[in-house]
C-alpha cells in the first residue's frame, strides 16, 4: 500500500494548473456592450470544441502528436464551456421572462 503525500500531490497540482493556463498572443479588445462580449465569447466556445474536434480525429486517424490525455482534456475544456454558456444563456432567459411577468 502506497502512501500520498499531500504536499507532493498538491506540488502537482499546482504544476499541472500553471501548464492549463490559456496562453494568450493577443489581448483581445475589450468588448464595447454585453452583446459583443457574448458574441465574443460563443466564437470562443466554438473555437475550442473545434480545436477538440480536430484533436479527436487527428488523434483517431493517427495523425497527431498528442497524447490520448491532451485531447481529452481540450476535450472536457470545450464540455466545461459550452455548459457555462448554456447556463449564462439559461439565466437570461429566466431574468427576460421574470422581467416581462413584471406588471406594469
Not at 40 to 50: D, G, H, I, P, W
Not at 68 to 94: G, H, P
Amino acid at each position: 500500500m502506497t502512501e500520498i503525500n499531500a504536499n507532493h500531490l498538491l506540488s502537482q497540482i499546482r504544476t499541472m494548473g500553471k501548464e492549463l493556463q490559456p496562453t494568450q498572443t493577443a489581448a483581445p479588445a475589450p468588448a464595447s456592450n454585453f452583446g459583443d462580449m457574448f458574441k465574443t465569447t460563443l466564437n470562443a466556445v466554438n473555437e475550442a470544441q473545434q480545436h477538440a474536434s480536430e484533436l479527436k480525429v487527428g488523434f483517431e486517424n493517427g495523425t497527431t502528436d498528442k497524447s490520448l490525455a491532451e485531447v481529452m482534456i481540450a476535450s472536457q475544456k470545450a464540455d466545461l464551456s459550452f455548459r457555462a454558456v448554456t447556463e449564462v444563456r439559461n439565466k437570461l432567459v429566466s431574468a427576460y421572462q421574470d422581467i416581462m411577468n413584471m406588471p406594469v
